[in-house]
C-alpha cells in the first residue's frame, strides 16, 4: 500500500547516498581531494 511505497522510496534514496559515499571513499586515495 502507501507504506511500502513511502519505505521503497527512503530505501532507494539510502543506497543513492551510500552507493555516493562509497565512491567518494573510493576515488578518495587517487587525489580527488
Known amino acids: 500500500a502507501l507504506g511500502a511505497e513511502v519505505s ?3 530505501l532507494r534514496q ?12 573510493e ?3 587517487f587525489g580527488l581531494f
Open 8 to 10: 521503497r522510496v527512503i
Open 14 to 25: 539510502a543506497l543513492l547516498v551510500f552507493g555516493l559515499g562509497l565512491s567518494i571513499v
Open 27 to 29: 576515488a578518495a586515495p
